[in-house]
């Protein structure tokens, strides 16, 4: 099989969030299968061209859209040829992939949708032989519209959405200077939503399959309550709408092989684990490394359920454990977060994206807090329990189907499934009993060992999921 997957964030090239880890490990994973994987994504300026080795593969060419000229040059890494990279001015020349300080970028409709025309010229004019196309959110969504309408393409289209949160909303005065047709694309099963243009909906409604990144979201987003006003349009599309649940890349995120982490632990050599814990809490001047350490790593935005961490900080400051939290995201969030630096001694908090800092906590902690008020999927709670670390999760899309309560399960060792504390309604009251749970498994300190154990050795990995999508392909 040969798949061209288009997205725009890649890690290690550019990353604001969980799309830019699968868009990595899901690609990395088929190709282990034995398959050819072409990636597509913007050559960003602030992408490290020299660390990466990222080099000008010889392809230059022009597209006009509205009278207007835009030039593309692909670029591809040094190391891995089918790793592919488009530059053009208005796409990549600024600070930011979709956003500054002051808000998203006014020209986004145009910076995607030329990003979506380039990726077809690549494959027509590199020739590459493709059998489907994997598109990845809003940003990539008009792939599949183009390829059916203006284009005349034949491959598979397979849309994932990672979050329906994000659908990109432009007024329709965009299906002009993008140059969609009007009469075939502009209407309900279209990308038309109340008289604007919505890229993710023109993904929906044209692409062959979608998938959603988990079996719960799946189910979730046909309901009005999480269908972000698209519910009727994918409870329509339902009859090729799948979730398969991601994973993680365990040659990135692997505690026995970490570059980030002072000391490198597996379930045979643990010892590692407590001493990343005491370095940590040194350097970080949290009293007595004994105590629980619970972290929250994650974008400031509703969704991750921060204004619960937020009404929960005057419980924390008066509890006998340790609080690290690490993220960036809406003004509003990093000025209140902002606003508790420094003031309570059991809770530090770091305002800003770190990967390396990120990985310190996971090595470190006993907890994570993912209190998400809806989730897709969720990444981190799998990655920190491949550092043994337990998730406190509400119970909701990927977080449900990936973190099961210690208390529902008998035999630990026995169990395949990730284990944590789950709460089901998202309020503070539940979060604290949560929270209260936590302390008391935390006070048992052999079974504690053991389940913190048994995570590191559950199975998060993309390989059964990549068999999914594999069969999804050639279905
Ligand atoms: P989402 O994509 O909704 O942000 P995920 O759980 O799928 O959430 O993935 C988040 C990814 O981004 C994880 O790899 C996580 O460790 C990382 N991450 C999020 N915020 C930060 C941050 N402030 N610093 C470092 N890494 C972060
Ligand atoms: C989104 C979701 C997250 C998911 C990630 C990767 O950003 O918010 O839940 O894990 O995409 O699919």
New binding site residues.
């Given amino acids: 099989m040969n798949i061209l997957f288009a997205a725009s964030e890649i890690f290690p090239y550019a ?8 868009a990595h490990a899901l690609p990395e994973s088929l190709r282990d299968e034995g398959q050819k994987v072409y990636t597509v994504m913007p050559l960003y300026n602030q992408v490290d061209r020299e660390k990466y080795e990222i080099i000008y593969n010889g392809l230059t060419f022009d597209y006009w859209l509205f009278g207007v000229r835009h030039q593309f040059d692909i670029f591809e890494n040094k190391n891995n040829r089918d790793e592919l990279f488009i530059y053009n001015p208005v796409l990549c020349d600024r600070w930011g992939l979709y956003n500054d300080d002051f808000g998203d970028f006014g020209d986004n409709a145009l910076r995607f949708g030329l990003f979506s025309y380039a990726v077809l010229e690549v494959m027509i004019r590199l020739k590459l032989k493709i059998d489907v196309v994997h598109v990845n959110d809003w940003q990539t969504s008009l792939i599949p519209l183009l390829m059916k309408t203006r284009y005349k393409l034949k491959q598979k289209t397979v849309l994932t959405i ?2 329906l949160a994000y659908q990109g909303i432009f007024p329709k005065k965009v299906m002009d200077e993008l140059e969609i047709d009007w009469k075939s694309c502009f209407k309900f099963d279209g990308l038309e939503y109340f008289d604007n243009v919505n890229f993710l909906k023109a993904g929906i409604s044209f692409s062959d399959s979608i998938t959603t990144v988990s079996k719960t979201y799946a189910q979730e987003i046909q309901t009005p309550a999480f269908g972000e006003t698209l519910d009727e349009t994918l409870r329509v599309n339902s009859y090729k709408l799948k979730g398969i649940v ?1 994973g993680i890349s365990t040659e990135v995120f692997s505690p026995s092989k970490d570059k980030f982490i002072d000391k490198n632990f597996s379930i045979d050599e643990y010892g590692g684990k407590l001493e990343n814990k005491i370095n940590l809490c040194k350097e970080l001047g949290l009293k007595d490394d004994k105590r629980a350490l619970f972290i929250f ?3 400031f935005t509703s ?2 359920g921060v204004d619960l961490i937020l009404d929960a900080i005057s419980l924390f400051k008066t509890y006998e454990a340790n609080f690290v939290i ?3 995201g809406e003004d509003i969030y990093n000025h209140s977060f902002g606003s508790l630096v420094g003031v309570y001694d059991n809770i530090h908090i770091k305002i ?4 390396a ?2 990985r310190k906590l ?1 090595a470190s902690a006993d907890f994570l807090l993912m209190p998400s008020l809806f ?7 799998m ?1 920190a329990m491949e550092y043994g670390v337990l998730p406190l999760v509400s119970k909701t899309g990927g977080l449900k189907d990936t973190v099961t309560d210690f208390t529902d399960i008998k035999d630990i060792e026995n169990s395949s499934l990730g284990l944590g504390i789950t709460f089901d309604e998202y309020n503070l009251f539940w979060f604290n009993h949560a929270l209260a749970k936590a302390f008391s498994l935390y006070g048992n300190k052999d079974k504690f060992e053991r389940i913190s154990k048994h995570n590191m050795g559950v199975d998060n990995s993309w390989i059964h999921s990549a068999k999914e999508y594999l069969n999804l392909y050639k279905s």
């Fill in positions: 990353k604001t969030g969980g799309l830019a880890d699968v990672h979050n991601n790593v994650g974008r969704q991750k690490l993220g960036s800003g994206y770190d990967e800092f990120s996971y989730e897709p999927c969720g990444l981190n709670q990655i």
